[in-house]
């Protein structure tokens, strides 16, 4: 069959298939795509010929698609995954912080940059790098180090294997990440005559792997001689589907189970074992049994430093980690179970039938989790004023929402406050992106949330610093009929780093929004009169404005009645108050100052260092 490069991506792709626990599906739903130098004539022209068999999705920022591809994946499971193509030069390196986003999260997508002549006849064309270290250097490179796979295409018969690669790549549970095909524009215009079995209905089977008995007789003798085992729920849990296997065996065993960002949902916040989030921003409970864990089995979770609270949460455990990644399981010289979540949950629950812990440790988890309740209903519940706390206006939300509803977030002060304090009960209602924390991501994860999920209301969660980055995708949503709300925070600065600033002695430098003197200097105590609910009203949403909880409160009910995207605009207090803490997170302060502040700032930090150590 004779096509061109790019033809024959689109159909290779058109047939490829995933396949996990007898459900078979498409690995490729779709494109996300910006056209310009490069790309246009090549897979814009491919997509244009075969729209049936692969739909086509316009985005307003490169970076935007791959974060949309991204939430898609995470919502599905990771058995699905979007492509992205862009144009050459600045179109395609806006990919680059997508790319590292999927691969640190772990998530599946597909990007296709466009690259300069393979052929380079016309060099140097526009918006190419001139490396003089090399001739075949270009800006794509930079997508290696955050890919899981990166290849150049620089011959059309080269695509088969890198393809083929490319789709064992994407539907590895342990590799998987941003998978890159550099794709030079004159080699997406050339024709090959290709093999028809190129073009054959492809399936990848996602399996599951199952624990080794010897390596299951050493966890299994260490649980039960375990006081006080705390489990650490991940999102190997949620990627597993195994919610139900963990909330049955945390009932039998009464382990109290402790969870991260990625695994929040998967154990239900009012079920007797559930003790909320763990670590830096983790809950009382939570963090004070870790300090007296005796035994810490960590599932599907990747240890970062948030959760270990930069290795001074934990007491001196003995780790057991179940993940189906050896980089994980290995982690803090632990007992390694290698297997897939699922089955290794119920061969742990099956081989420890009959044991559990002891009553006194059962009431000690259920007082800790009851303590810790009253304080997160305080903080929903402040009356603060004259503008609502940033905790009120999540109590509101939180309690507005149904089970089902999801809700978005990445940076900010936000992702602190809602692993302390919000009560998810549905492992997909909850995507907090804290791998990599990225600004910007909320928006766009909205329309990749909403796509792989259409039948459940989809909650944008953002800062009026994260909406500045990337507020642009709200174009998209309308574009595209998808109904989303956006929650809108507004608290002229940003909080987080403001709050982490001071603590630091910092004195909040660069993190408010002011107007600067011109004869100093400095920023003078005037708020900049910037109106982002106007922005998103100019870019096709409908608005509702907030003053307050209640007036919040009504505005989420409404948004949730309409039929088009709706963003609600509310002030909050720049300065809190905060969620009370229990933990420490590492940012090394200046060792030396002519600040009263920071030396004091470093004094604090150097007490804290103190407890910091490798579990060995």
């Known amino acids: 069959m ?127 790098l001139e490396d003089t270290r090399g001739g075949d250097v270009s800006v794509n490179d930079a997508f290696r180090p955050v890919s899981k796979y990166f290849d150049r295409i620089s011959r059309p018969e080269q695509l088969i294997p890198a393809a083929l690669a490319a789709m064992r790549v994407l539907t590895d549970p342990v590799e998987t990440g941003a998978v890159t095909l550099s794709l030079p524009q004159d080699v997406q215009a050339e024709a090959y005559d290709w093999p028809e079995d190129f073009f054959r209905h492809r399936v990848w089977r996602v399996g599951r792997p199952v624990p080794e008995v010897p390596a299951l007789d050493r966890v299994v003798a260490l649980l039960r001689n375990a006081k006080n085992p705390l489990i650490v729920a991940g999102g190997g849990v949620v990627y597993s589907e195994a919610e139900h296997e963990l909330r049955a065996f945390a009932e039998a065993t009464g382990i109290p189970v402790a969870d991260t960002h990625a695994g929040k949902g998967a154990v239900p916040w009012d079920h007797p074992s559930a003790v909320g989030g763990l670590g830096s921003t983790g809950t009382s409970a939570a963090n004070a049994l870790a300090a007296d864990a005796d035994v810490v089995l960590g599932i ?201 600033s001071e603590s630091l002695g910092s004195q909040r430098f660069g993190t408010q929004y002011r107007y600067r003197d011109d004869e100093t200097g400095q920023l003078d105590g005037t708020r900049l009169p910037v109106d982002l609910a106007a922005n998103a009203e100019s870019l096709g949403a409908t608005v509702l404005r907030a003053s307050t909880v209640d007036e919040f409160r009504d505005a989420i009910v409404e948004a949730k009645q309409n039929t088009t995207t709706t963003v609600v605009h509310v002030e909050t207090d720049l300065f809190g108050p905060n969620p009370p803490g229990s933990a420490w997170w590492d940012v090394p302060v200046s060792e030396v100052s002519e600040l009263d502040s920071t030396r004091k700032a470093f004094e604090n930090y150097s007490a804290s260092k103190r407890n910091q150590k490798h579990y060995l």
């Not at 130098?37 to 075969?50: D, E, R, S």
């Not at 699905?80 to 997508?109: E, I, K």
């Not at 940076?411 to 304090?421: E, F, H, V």
């Open 2 to 128: 004779r096509l061109t490069t790019a033809q024959a991506l689109v159909k290779f792709l058109a047939n490829q298939y995933s396949e996990r626990d007898g459900v078979e599906q498409r690995l490729i739903p779709g494109v996300w795509g910006i056209f310009g130098h490069g790309n246009v004539a090549g897979l814009g022209q491919a997509l244009l010929q075969y729209p049936r068999e692969m739909p086509y999705y316009l985005a307003r920022n490169e970076q935007g698609q791959v974060h949309a591809a991204a939430a898609f994946a995470k919502m599905r499971n990771r058995l699905q995954a979007f492509a992205a193509t862009a144009s050459t030069g600045p179109g395609s390196t806006n990919m680059v912080t997508g790319a590292a986003l999927a691969t640190t999260n772990r998530l599946p997508v597909l990007l296709l940059p466009s690259d300069m002549f393979a052929s380079r006849v016309p060099d140097p064309v526009l918006q190419q």
């Open 300 to 500: 599907g979770t990747r240890y970062s430093d948030f959760t270990t609270a930069s290795h001074t949460i934990f007491g001196s455990p003995t780790f057991v980690n179940l993940n189906v990644a050896r980089l994980d399981a290995a982690k803090h010289s632990a007992e390694m179970l290698l297997a897939d979540a699922k089955l290794g949950i119920q061969a742990l629950h099956e081989r420890l039938q009959g044991w559990q812990v002891a009553d006194d440790y059962r009431a000690r988890v259920r007082t800790l989790a009851e303590d810790w309740n009253r304080k997160a209903d305080a903080c929903f519940h402040l009356g603060h004023g004259p503008l609502p706390a940033q905790t009120e206006i999540l109590g509101a939300l939180n309690e507005t929402l149904d089970d089902r509803d999801v809700v978005i977030n990445a940076a900010g002060s936000m992702p602190g406050d809602l692993q302390m304090l919000w009560r998810a009960r549905d492992p997909k209602a909850y995507n907090v992106e804290y791998a990599y924390s990225c600004m910007g991501y909320e928006v766009a994860a909205g329309v990749g949330t909403k796509l792989a999920a259409p039948d459940r209301e989809v909650v944008v969660l953002v800062g009026d610093g994260s909406y500045l980055m990337m507020a642009q995708e709200i174009v998209t949503m309308v574009a595209e009929g998808l109904k989303v709300i956006i929650v809108i925070v507004q608290n002229h600065g940003f909080a987080s780093i403001g709050a982490l």
